[in-house]
């Protein structure tokens, strides 16, 4: 019992450290990977979900133009995320800019430093090996801790 008591009172003092920002900013990813529950997401994988593309393949972000898009990314209408707003997703399965989706939840990216996790859909409803998933929402994930 003191080996956890220790490990939990180092992470209290290293955690306040931090917000004092006497520790390097790297451990950003530590603090947020730590002090969140691992989401339960057996109620989203395997559903069957239909939304629109609001940024299709190939398309500039609305803030950030020099961020391409290398995926169809959209919403599902009428499903509400963290951040108030549609349930944001990645789109795997289609090599031209799509309008509207249908496909099945193959995974989620949980994001630990934002509100709202990103959904990943596969139109043919096959899975998609996770190195895949990773290397392709890349480009916008890059910016967050998550996994």
């Known amino acids: 019992m003191g080996f956890i008591y220790e490990i939990s009172g180092k992470y209290r003092e290293n955690r306040e450290l931090h917000k004092k920002k006497r520790l390097v900013p790297t451990l950003d990813y530590f603090f947020c990977a730590m002090g969140t529950d691992e989401p339960d997401y057996r109620y989203i994988i395997g559903k069957m979900v239909k939304g629109r593309i609001d940024r299709p393949l190939g398309s500039s972000h609305p803030w950030y133009p020099e961020l391409i898009y290398s995926l169809n990314y959209g919403y599902i209408e009428g499903v509400f995320a963290g951040d108030g707003e549609e349930q944001d997703v990645y789109i795997f399965g ?54």
Do not use: C, M, N
Request: glycine share 6%; net charge negative.
């Open 94 to 147: 289609a090599d031209k800019p799509l309008t509207y989706f249908e496909g099945k939840v193959i995974a989620v990216w949980h994001r630990f430093d934002d509100t709202e996790d990103k959904w990943i859909v596969s139109l043919d409803e096959s899975d998609i090996p996770e190195e895949k998933i990773l290397g392709d929402i890349a480009f916008q994930e890059q910016f967050f801790y998550g996994k």
